[in-house]
């Protein structure tokens, strides 16, 4: 498709259950990063992928962060034991081949909720 | 570390008046990306800045870049109320591929 697909819109999820967000990129679009929005308005990186490959995973929390892009699949966050302080907007955004210059296009977004 | 940071973190602008976001960052980069980001909203691309005195602009809204300032300016020309939102610029840090490291953001709320 032409836009960076995001599911669910909203997830809850009590302290200490499994929460799994998913990415679907825009057709073509080989690069694809997430990046946590906590409630201040900071973005934080978290990681990105070339196609199924993690090409670079500086921000992930690696104790209870964990993500894939398989192919043909959409691609997946998933959060193993939530905390409050993950509550937060998770955004995923495509880039296509041209990762020099291109601009990276955002989805809507999943707002977690931790209870 | 790559900081960057944008001021003032939030404007309150009249109709019609002109106006400037700064946003600064700590070390060499490869590009500068300019979004706005509406309430419970995604970010929406409005420029990227390439190279040394790179200078964009579209309708009301321009940007600019200096590297060897690592500066770049949002200039809102006649501000107007469907201007306001949050604006973020966001950099990527030499060598990194494409990783933006975001600043804190600027709201922008436009009066009558």
């Known amino acids: 498709g032409e836009e960076v697909a995001q599911t669910p819109k909203h997830l809850v999820r009590g302290e200490g259950q499994k929460a799994k967000l998913y990415c679907a990129p825009i057709?073509?679009?080989?690069?694809v990063f997430w990046y946590q929005q906590v409630l201040k308005n900071e973005f934080k990186f978290l990681i990105s992928?070339?196609?199924?490959?993690?090409?670079?995973e500086t921000g992930m929390p690696k104790e209870r962060f964990s993500a894939k892009c398989l192919p043909n699949s959409p691609c997946s966050l998933e959060i193993q034991a939530t905390k409050l302080e993950d509550s937060a907007v998770y955004f995923c955004?495509?880039?296509?081949?041209?990762?020099?210059?291109?601009?990276?296009?955002f989805g809507p977004g999943t707002r977690l909720t931790v209870l | 570390e790559l900081k960057v940071e944008q001021n003032p973190l939030f404007l309150s602008m009249q109709e019609g008046k002109n106006y400037t976001i700064y946003c600064n960052y700590s070390?060499?980069?490869?590009?500068l990306y300019w979004y706005r980001q509406d309430p419970g909203k995604s970010l929406e691309s409005l420029f990227v800045?390439?190279?040394?005195?790179a200078v964009k602009q579209e309708g009301r809204l321009m940007a600019s870049l200096d590297t060897k300032a690592r500066l770049s300016t949002l200039h809102i020309t006649a501000a107007v109320h469907d201007l306001s939102a949050t604006y973020f610029c966001?950099?990527?840090?030499?060598?990194?591929?494409?990783?933006?490291?975001f600043g804190t953001g600027t709201r922008l709320q436009v009066t009558l």
């Open positions: 966001a950099v990527v840090e030499t060598g990194t591929a494409s990783k933006l490291t």
């Open positions: 992928f070339q196609n199924e490959n993690v090409f670079d």
């Open positions: 800045l390439l190279s040394n005195g």
């Open positions: 070390t060499t980069s490869d590009r």
């Open positions: 057709k073509g679009h080989s690069y």
């Open positions: 955004a495509s880039i296509g081949a041209g990762i020099g210059t291109d601009t990276q296009y």
